[in-house]
């Protein structure tokens, strides 16, 4: 696989619809991204196979999707109004603010400079609080104050008796949960990399406090193979330990799933103890007790809580990292993205020859027999050859081409994305033929 420039991956995105920068046409808005038609199509995808993988596949997790502004008291009570920050430095010379934590001494004179101006005149770091602070109602006072949550966890632990009663599971079991959080970065950047606002995929997993070491190294392994099964290299990720002094003030242990991306090893999802902290505080702050009562042994507890969080547009751009590569066909250089078929944008193209109205009916025919079990793209513009191009650059799997003999012959012509390989198939067997290549029962 080639090195990829970040470059090249955000010019793609761009060109081909996959994200763009929000607010473009009135200069942007720093940190803000718009999915475009096939982002927003392959971003389903990544958020659609967590699912599949975290609720659907179990027996012992169910779903949840809670409020994103959410009361101040669960953040006075999760410890995010007084913890949830980082260091923070100024730039004396050109005012640029920057996180403490992200910035290394020079090799030359030990001391730390402004990535901006090259100054060394930095202020003392202080705390920044990356909390997202609004107001519910017609008054702007105190009494009003609400905040749009930084992590979906806290939606998990408010509604843990809900779901224990409602869905008669008992521990070990997991609440899953995909939605937006919001989060003031001091220095967002690297594409959608880190971004005020952003998409997470969080499992609270609640087990017995004995058996919460057992279900941390379940789920470190479970996580790092979700990877590695939709077709990321298996070199390029790692697993990473934190050290004591950067663990989150709710965590007993925290182990990152990381990705090798252009500027160096990076998070994808960090995997936490957070023991019972979450539980027993809201508990104290709403005098409410949340526990678990297990009528087999007469045993209450509070459970502990095994957290993997992920960062649903995070992943998706590791994804086509992993998945960009550049060949030659007939001596002739191509870009395509090698994703998985359960990822990629349109799992089949629909491609007839040409736009001549002989063509058209058989080529919808097709079109409406495969729609039913993948997404399909229907392109009838350009040469056959400018289109195979553009499918392998968008990451499509199969395209189906109808030509003239398919008037004659009732087949059609299958291309695979990677080998370039072809095969005739009779159009009463495509979607069979096409079940079996992409080795899915449909979406």
């Not at 596949?57 to 012992?60: A, E, I, K, Q, V």
């Not at 010379?93 to 001494?105: G, M, V």
């Not at 709710?250 to 252009?262: C, Q």
């Given at each position: 696989?080639?090195?990829?420039d970040?470059?090249?991956?955000?010019?793609?995105?761009?060109?081909?619809?996959?994200i763009?920068?929000?607010?473009?046409?009135?200069?942007g808005?720093?940190?803000?991204?718009?999915?475009?038609?096939?982002?927003?199509?392959m971003?389903?995808?990544?958020?659609?196979?967590?699912?599949?993988?975290?609720?659907q596949?179990?027996?012992?997790v169910?779903?949840?999707?809670?409020a994103?502004?959410?009361?101040?008291?669960?953040?006075?009570a999760?410890?995010?109004l007084?913890?949830?920050?980082d260091?923070?430095?100024?730039c004396r010379?050109?005012?640029?603010?920057?996180?403490?934590?992200?910035?290394?001494?020079a090799?030359a004179?030990?001391?730390?400079?402004?990535?901006?101006?090259d100054?060394?005149?930095?202020?003392?770091?202080?705390a920044?609080?990356l909390?997202?602070k609004?107001?519910?109602?017609?008054?702007e006072?105190?009494?009003?104050?609400?905040?749009?949550?930084p992590?979906?966890?806290q939606?998990?632990?408010?509604?843990?008796?809900?779901?224990?009663q409602?869905?008669?599971?008992?521990?070990?079991?997991?609440?899953?949960?995909?939605?937006?959080?919001?989060?003031?970065e001091i220095t967002?950047?690297?594409?959608?990399?880190?971004?005020?606002?952003?998409?997470?995929?969080?499992?609270e997993y609640?087990?017995p406090?004995?058996?919460?070491?057992?279900?941390?190294?379940?789920?470190?392994?479970?996580?790092?193979e979700?990877?590695?099964?939709?077709?990321?290299?298996?070199?390029?990720?790692?697993?990473?330990?934190?050290?004591?002094e950067?663990?989150s003030h709710?965590?007993?242990?925290?182990?990152?799933?990381?990705?090798?991306?252009?500027w160096?090893?990076?998070?994808?999802?960090?995997?936490?103890?957070r023991?019972?902290?979450d539980?027993?505080a809201?508990?104290?702050?709403?005098?409410?007790k949340?526990?678990?009562?297990?009528?087999?042994?007469?045993?209450?507890?509070?459970?502990?809580?095994?957290?993997?969080?992920?960062?649903?547009?995070?992943?998706?751009?590791?994804?086509?990292?992993?998945?960009?590569?550049r060949?030659?066909?007939?001596?002739?250089?191509?870009t395509?993205?090698?994703?998985h078929?359960?990822?990629?944008?349109y799992q089949v193209a629909v491609?007839?020859?040409s736009?001549?109205?002989?063509?058209?009916?058989?080529?919808?025919?097709?079109?409406?027999l495969l729609q039913p079990?993948?997404?399909?793209?229907?392109d009838?513009?350009?040469s056959?050859?400018?289109?195979?191009?553009?499918q392998?650059?968008i990451g499509?799997?199969?395209?189906?081409?109808?030509?003239?003999?398919?008037l004659?012959?009732?087949?059609?012509?299958?291309?695979?994305?990677?080998?370039?390989?072809?095969?005739?198939?009779?159009?009463?067997?495509?979607v069979?033929?096409?079940?079996?290549?992409?080795?899915?029962?449909?979406?």
């Open positions: 696989m080639p090195v990829v970040m470059e090249d991956i955000v010019r793609l995105a761009k060109q081909r619809g996959f763009f920068p929000s607010a473009e046409i009135y200069g808005f720093r940190s803000t991204y718009d999915y475009g038609p096939l982002g927003v199509l971003l389903r995808n990544v958020k659609n196979e967590w699912w599949r993988s975290m609720v596949m179990r027996h012992d169910v779903g949840l999707d809670a994103i502004l959410s009361s101040p008291r669960i953040w006075e999760s410890g995010h007084a913890n949830f920050t260091p923070m430095v100024d010379k050109c005012k640029e603010r920057w996180r403490a934590d992200h910035l290394e001494p090799a004179d030990g001391l730390v400079h402004c990535p901006n101006c100054s060394t005149d930095l202020t003392e770091a202080r920044f609080n909390m997202f609004t107001h519910a109602g017609p008054l006072d105190e009494g009003s104050v609400a905040y749009l949550r992590e979906t966890a939606g998990h632990f408010v509604n843990f008796l809900n779901v224990l409602t869905s008669r599971k008992r521990p070990p079991f997991g609440i899953a949960q995909i939605g937006k959080s919001f989060r003031n967002p950047g690297n594409f959608v990399f880190r971004t005020r606002e952003f998409e997470q995929m969080e499992l609640f087990v406090p004995a058996e919460a070491d057992k279900w941390f190294d379940y789920w470190r392994t479970e996580r790092l979700w990877y590695v099964s939709l077709g990321i290299d298996r070199q390029r990720l790692r697993l990473r330990d934190h050290d004591q950067e663990l709710y965590s007993a242990g925290t182990t990152d799933v990381e990705f090798m991306f252009p160096g090893w990076g998070e994808l999802e960090g995997i936490a103890n023991t019972d902290y539980l027993r809201h508990a104290e702050a709403s005098g409410v949340l526990e678990y009562f297990d009528q087999a042994s007469g045993e209450r507890y509070v459970p502990y809580v095994i957290e993997p969080a992920a960062g649903a547009t995070r992943t998706m751009m590791a994804f086509l990292l992993a998945a960009y590569d060949d030659q066909i007939g001596g002739e250089e191509r395509v993205l090698r994703l078929p359960r990822i990629a944008p491609l007839p020859l736009k001549k109205e002989t063509l058209v009916p058989v080529a919808e025919e097709v079109l409406g079990i993948a997404m399909c793209d229907y009838e513009t350009q056959i050859g400018r289109r195979y191009r553009r392998d650059e499509t799997p199969l395209a189906v081409t109808i030509d003239f003999d398919s004659e012959d009732r087949a059609v012509t299958i291309r695979d994305r990677d080998t370039t390989a072809q095969v005739r198939v009779p159009i009463e067997r495509v069979e033929e096409v079940r079996s290549r992409l080795g899915i029962a449909g979406f």
